[in-house]
Nanobody, 125 residues
Framework: QVQLVESGGGLVQAGGSLRLSCTAS???????????MGWYRQTPGEERELVAV??????????NYGDSAQGRFTISRDAAVNTVYLQMSSLKPEDTAVYYC?????????????WGQGTQVTVSS
């Protein structure tokens, strides 16, 4: 019932910037109550790690960043279009990973965790 569509990944040189977008699409007439929206990343052989997340959206939203993102990345959202963004600046080769969008939301009385398909970010040195 919920589809997450990501975009914005690609190849960039170290020091450059990229902006990722993720839109949560639901069937017409469906009420989707979003609780959290965020970004995680994963490299081969490693566990998925938090990049940035907006929690408690229903009460205004609280932003948390993973250690790797502090001071370089900015998460934001557009509630009108159910979209979360990740602005990444001063990118480093170690930021190379597949970035996944995550949304926790409720339809009816059911709360579920949704993941996007992932978008590759490659930072060259």
């Amino acid at each position: 019932q919920v589809q997450l569509v990501e975009s914005g990944g690609g190849l960039v040189q170290a020091g450059g910037s990229l902006r990722l977008s993720c839109t949560a699409s639901v069937a017409s007439g469906t009420i989707f109550d979003i609780h959290t929206m965020g970004w995680y990343r994963q490299t081969p052989g490693e566990e998925r790690e938090l990049v940035a997340v907006i929690t408690a959206i229903r009460t205004g939203g609280t932003i948390n960043y993973g250690d790797s993102a502090q001071g370089r990345f900015t998460i934001s959202r557009d509630a009108a279009v159910n979209t979360v963004y990740l602005q990444m600046s001063s990118l480093k080769p170690e930021d190379t990973a597949v970035y996944y969008c995550n949304v926790l939301g409720m339809i009816g009385f059911t709360v579920e965790d949704y993941w996007g398909q992932g978008t590759q970010v490659t930072v060259s040195s």
